[in-house]
T-cell receptor, first 113, second 122 residues
Framework: QKEVEQNSGPLSVPEGAIASLNCTYS??????FFWYRQYSGKSPELIMF????GDKEDGRFTAQLNKASQYVSLLIRDSQPSDSATYLC?????????????FGTGTRLTIIP | GAVVSQHPSWVICKSGTSVKIECRSL??????MFWYRQFPKQSLMLMAT?????????EQGVEKDKFLINHASLTLSTLTVTSAHPEDSSFYIC??????????????????FGEGSRLTVL
C-alpha cells in the first residue's frame, strides 16, 4: 500500500462548479496534511494545510480532515480555469528523526470554461 | 512567506560531467533542507534530507556518491550530480523548513520550495 494515495485523474470540472480532490494516507501517526498546487514545469506551491479533524476554509478552498478514516480532501468552490493544475496531497511524518513530507502522485484537475 | 531560491533554473550538460545546484533560504534559517526529483507526470520523490553541519540522509535507492549534498550553512545547501548521464535528466526541487517547536499552534512542518532546476543531460 502506498503511503499517500490520490486518484491520478484527470478530473474535469465545469467552470463555476465545485472540484473535489481526495487523498488517503497509511501512517496513523501523521500530524499535518498539506495540499500543494503545481503548474506544469513549476515548483509546487502551498494552498492549504490542516492538522485538526474537521474543515478548514480559506477563500474558495476548504480542506477536510478525518484522521479516523485517514482521509483528507480539498474542495475548490467556484472553480476557475486558473485552477487547472496538478494537486499534490502531502502528509507530514518523521523520518530518521527529521520531518518528512510524503507526497501523493497528484491529481490533474482541468477546469472546463 | 519565506523565500527559497534555487539556481540554476535550468542546465544542459554533456554526459559524464558534474552539475551543481544551489538552494538558498533568503530570509530565514533553514536547519533542514530536502532534495526532491520529479520525472515528467510523476510526483515528487524525496532523494535526501540534509541538516546543517551533518551528513545528508539518503532515501533508499539514491546513490549518495552520485548525488552529493552539502549543507554547510543555515542558508545554503547544494546538490551535485556527479558524472551525470541522460537518465539523470529530471526536475530537481529543494525545499527548506525551520526548526520550530512541534506541538504548538504555529508548528505546521511547512516546507518552502525552491523554483526547481531542470537538468538535461545530453
Amino acid at each position: 500500500q502506498k503511503e499517500v494515495e490520490q486518484n491520478s485523474g484527470p478530473l474535469s470540472v465545469p467552470e463555476g462548479a465545485i472540484a473535489s480532490l481526495n487523498c488517503t494516507y497509511s501512517d496513523r501517526g501523521s500530524q499535518s496534511f498539506f495540499w500543494y498546487r503545481q503548474y506544469s514545469g513549476k515548483s509546487p506551491e502551498l494552498i492549504m494545510f490542516i492538522y485538526s479533524n474537521g474543515d478548514k476554509e480559506d477563500g474558495r478552498f476548504t480542506a477536510q480532515l478525518n484522521k479516523a478514516s485517514q482521509y483528507v480532501s480539498l474542495l475548490i468552490r467556484d472553480s476557475q480555469p486558473s485552477d487547472s493544475a496538478t494537486y499534490l496531497c502531502a502528509v507530514n511524518g518523521y523520518h530518521f528523526g527529521n520531518e518528512k513530507l510524503t507526497f501523493g502522485t497528484g491529481t490533474r484537475l482541468t477546469i472546463i470554461p | 512567506g519565506a523565500v527559497v531560491s534555487q539556481h540554476p533554473s535550468w542546465v544542459i550538460c554533456k554526459s559524464g560531467t558534474s552539475v551543481k545546484i544551489e538552494c538558498r533560504s533568503l530570509d530565514f534559517q533553514a536547519t533542514t533542507m530536502f532534495w526532491y526529483r520529479q520525472f515528467p507526470k510523476q510526483s515528487l520523490m524525496l532523494m535526501a534530507t540534509s541538516n546543517e553541519g551533518s551528513k545528508a540522509t539518503y532515501e533508499q535507492g539514491v546513490e549518495k556518491d552520485k548525488f552529493l549534498i552539502n549543507h554547510a550553512s543555515l542558508t545554503l545547501s547544494t546538490l551535485t550530480v556527479t558524472s551525470a548521464h541522460p537518465e539523470d535528466s529530471s526536475f530537481y526541487i529543494c525545499s527548506a523548513t525551520t526548526d520550530l517547536a512541534p506541538g504548538t499552534d504555529h508548528y505546521t512542518g511547512e516546507l518552502f520550495f525552491g523554483e526547481g532546476s531542470r537538468l538535461t543531460v545530453l
